[in-house]
């Protein structure tokens, strides 16, 4: 099953598990997030929105918040000795999609816990 949801004036393709990078949304690290603006649900029998569909909305977890990578506009105009160089970087939100929810349903799956690294077992333990 896939959604096309709207976010930020852009629109994405997105299945459950999809890692994906959108403007700044308001959300801490690690909780879930519901995008409700959902144009078109995919799978067996495709329900297209007019202009979104009701009662949808993609549950996802927030991953991280960042900083894109640095846009440089510069501008010359040609033997006016005139310049200038602006630059930016857009915020950006990492989500990771949990599940595609329809009729109006709430998430089930809720954040997953940080990755802990397992401690090695010794063999002088055993003795």
Known sequence: MFA?????GRQYRVAPDDVLEIGKIAGEVGTIV???EVLVLGGDTPVLGAPTVAGASVAAEV???KRGPKVIAFKKRRRKHSKRKR???DEI???RITEILADGKQPSIGPRGPKVAKPAASDNAAA
């Open 4 to 8: 096309v949801i709207k976010t930020g």
């Open 34 to 36: 519901q995008l409700g």
């Open 63 to 65: 991953l991280d918040h």
């Open 87 to 89: 630059g930016y970087r």
């Open 93 to 95: 939100t990492v989500l």
